[in-house]
């Protein structure tokens, strides 16, 4: 009997069409995780192995918990999470430790957003491995801007980025939602009071970066000056504070929106080939690859279909393209090296030209954006792989177990090479179809009028039965 159920093979291909374009089959988890840890890689044993040491950027010294290397930090936490291993913690917990857990230049009293942007790595590290003396520098940091009762320090978009999610996660872990309250408060300054109007336009769904670029102020061509990675820090902000807070939160809901807002609007400035300008209001004016932008961008789209925010037929497509763009056109695959990052700056002009072998004046961050993107594809991915790809149920049937649950889409196409009787039962028993396959035969039912639910599929082959469960 078992020597002849080995000539039995049944394949459920499950098939949801996604895509129209066959490039796109080469977003894979294997190979999206194999590039995140070449980036990550080059940071750790190439650029920054000593991360104890002063970053040293056009002969100015700067401590290596200053914005940029913590933004690296950001995606660094976010590969170990999707690949936990004790030497990517190591590097992360050991440079909060070096620094006693301290924002940077280890001011208490400082309250710019850029010195206290490492507080989302420690807070991370924290949630890992929990010790007191980790939260007491960036509490007393936050507490002291809490203090004051100033809501007008996030004066450029980037410190967006750079402070809410600080706030967002002491929050949830103190549960004072002080931290909450002074964060929506500053929040609400810098998108509807900074320069009077605010830096978000929400008509267009983009933030201008700061009061050097809101109206009437225009680049040459008439455009309004969105900057790529400005919104980028504005995108991934709105992003993590949604990811940290609850969503019972007072103001979840008004972060939420503007999110949404946003996702459509960046979906709409995306380039025919994944990557997105350094403006995304212009297509003539610098008009080139960056991939700072674009990373930041891949991160809040895949995190918004990963957490069904965000429909997933509307978006996937430009997750896949973006991701693959950075990973074919940007990383080197020789040793992780990022091509066409725009160096520090304010506007879409600075550091140009761009380019595949261009080296920015600090390479940290963009890192970090591109490590973000990886972590929320590679999710992304293997939900795909799962659902998608060809499900090979054995001969003997015996590794899937009655409880298993299989999804598919529209279509249900089954091959067999024996002689199987195929029954279609609703969960409550009912059955809805049966039918019997010839050896070597294929059958492919279209299943749109189906309702949506649980079915059971009942196999027969050699007088033994196996029902699967399936998911439409």
Not at 267 to 293: I, M, P, S
């Amino acid at each position: 009997m078992k020597k002849h159920l080995t000539n039995t093979l049944l394949f459920l291909f499950l098939s949801f069409s996604l895509s129209g374009n066959a490039a796109l089959n080469a977003f894979r988890s294997d190979s999206i995780l194999k590039y995140a840890k070449l980036t990550d890689d080059y940071i750790r044993f190439i650029k920054h192995p000593d991360y104890w040491n002063n970053t040293v950027v056009d002969g100015k010294s700067r401590p290596s918990n200053i914005w940029t290397r913590a933004v690296f930090y950001e995606g660094h936490v976010a590969l170990y999470q999707i690949a936990p291993d004790t030497a990517l913690f190591n590097y992360a917990y050991n440079w909060g430790k070096n620094f006693n857990w301290q924002v940077a230049y280890g001011k208490a009293t400082s309250t710019s957003g850029d010195d206290q942007c490492c507080g989302q790595t420690y807070l991370q590290l924290y949630q890992l491995k929990p010790s007191a003396n980790m939260l007491t520098g960036i509490k007393a940091c936050l507490d002291n801007s809490i203090k004051a009762k100033n809501y007008t320090y996030w004066w450029w978009v980037d410190a967006l980025q750079m402070a809410m999610p600080v706030y967002a996660l002491l929050g949830s872990i103190t549960k004072d939602t002080t931290y909450y309250d002074y964060m929506y408060q500053s929040y609400s300054w810098s998108r509807n009071t900074a320069d009077v109007t605010g830096l978000f336009n929400v008509n267009d769904g983009l933030w201008w970066r700061d009061k050097n670029f809101n109206p009437p102020i225009v680049n040459t061509n008439g455009k309004n000056i969105y900057w790529s990675r400005g919104n980028g820090w504005a995108y991934a902000a709105l992003t993590r504070v949604l990811a940290f807070l609850p969503k019972t939160e007072t103001h979840y809901k008004e972060y939420l929106s503007d999110y949404k807002l946003m996702s459509a609007a960046i979906l709409a400035c995306q380039r025919n080939d994944g990557f997105w300008n350094a403006n995304l209001a212009d297509t003539v004016l610098y008009a080139g690859k960056e991939t700072t932008g674009t990373g930041l961008f891949v991160y809040g789209l895949a995190w918004g279909i990963n957490n069904e925010v965000l429909n997933r037929s509307t978006y996937i497509n430009a997750v896949k393209k973006g991701w693959l763009a950075i990973q074919q056109e940007a990383i080197h695959p020789d040793n992780g090296f990022l091509g066409w990052v725009q160096g520090t700056g304010d506007d879409p002009s600075d550091g140009q030209p761009f380019g595949y072998g261009n080296i920015p004046n600090f390479e940290d961050y963009g890192a970090g954006c591109v490590l973000l993107a990886a972590a929320e594809s590679w999710k992304l991915s293997r939900t795909i792989e799962k659902e998608d790809s060809v499900m090979q149920l054995s001969s003997t049937f015996s590794e899937f177990p009655d409880t298993n649950v299989l999804k598919f889409g529209n279509k249900l196409t089954l091959k067999v090479r024996e002689r199987t009787k195929v029954r279609i039962y609703r969960l409550n028993g009912s059955l809805m179809r049966s039918f019997i396959m010839d050896g070597f035969q294929e059958e492919e039912s279209d299943i749109t009028e189906w309702q949506p639910g649980m079915y059971i599929l009942q196999l027969q082959s050699n007088n033994l039965v196996r029902n699967v469960k399936i998911v439409r």
